[in-house]
């Protein structure tokens, strides 16, 4: 069973699913730009075996408020406080796309909050050539004013993004969708490379792996982080 929950974290209401056994270890889903939540639902069952599962919605999101401003940082100051209002020191984290960054600024940032981190197609840190996106019509279930502020951040990232990319400690898993995907995965490989232990995995069936073949993705990266880590009896810090 799926419940949804809110939860309030700097002035900001955070909406999210939460399932799974209270007393099994923590995963936490983010993700891409302009989905929610309810993108990760198909895979809830598969994770849900030994994972509490929790499924943000990032701010401008789906039923999280829409506070009208934007950024990357403050998405990762939003994980942050929604960990530590649910109480949880260290989880294991999914990013796709958007969500991915946010996911690898988190882990090289805090290192200590992070045990295992999965990429699921996910861009590196490198300038590319600006694109204007054009706004579908109707309504739409996230705030149209993030697109432009994150597209600007996307296109010509922090330089220093880059480097910290080598302080990430958590275990890694890159998934990379092949050539029907939109993100070159030249770059995505080298994500792989930047990250210290990390290890690229393709799923060859485009950007959304985990909608298109969602039992693969299960398998693969259910079978990631069921595997003991480096370091296994140590108590991790907050």
Not at 120 to 133: A, G, H, I, M, N
Not at 204 to 211: D, E, S, W
């Amino acid at each position: 069973m799926i419940d949804q929950r809110t939860v309030e974290v700097g002035g900001v209401r955070l909406a999210y699913q939460v399932s799974g056994r209270c007393d099994a270890p923590p995963l936490l889903l983010l993700h891409a730009l302009g989905e929610n939540a309810t993108s990760w639902e198909a895979l809830v069952p598969a994770l849900t075996r030994d994972r509490r599962v929790y499924a943000l919605d990032l701010r401008g999101h789906g039923r999280s408020d829409w506070p009208g401003e934007y950024s990357l940082e403050l998405m990762v100051a939003d994980v942050l406080r929604f960990l530590d209002a649910r109480e949880l020191g260290r989880v294991d984290l999914i990013g796709h796309s958007m969500g991915g960054i946010v996911a690898y600024l988190l882990a090289a940032e805090h290192p200590r909050r992070v045990g295992r981190l999965v990429l699921e197609d996910v861009p590196p840190p490198r300038p590319r050539e600006p694109v204007t996106p054009a706004r579908p019509d109707g309504d739409l279930a996230f705030d149209w004013e993030l697109v432009p502020a994150v597209r600007r951040q996307i296109d010509l990232p922090d330089p220093e993004w880059l480097e910290r990319l080598g302080a990430i400690t958590a275990e890694t898993l890159v998934l990379a969708g092949g050539p029907d995907s939109h993100v070159p995965q030249d770059g995505v490989a080298e994500l792989a490379r930047r990250i210290p232990g990390g290890r690229m995995v393709t799923i060859p069936v485009g950007h959304l792996i985990h909608q298109a073949a969602p039992e693969a993705f299960a398998e693969v990266v259910t079978a990631f982080l069921g595997q003991a880590p480096h370091g296994a009896g140590r108590v991790p810090g907050p």
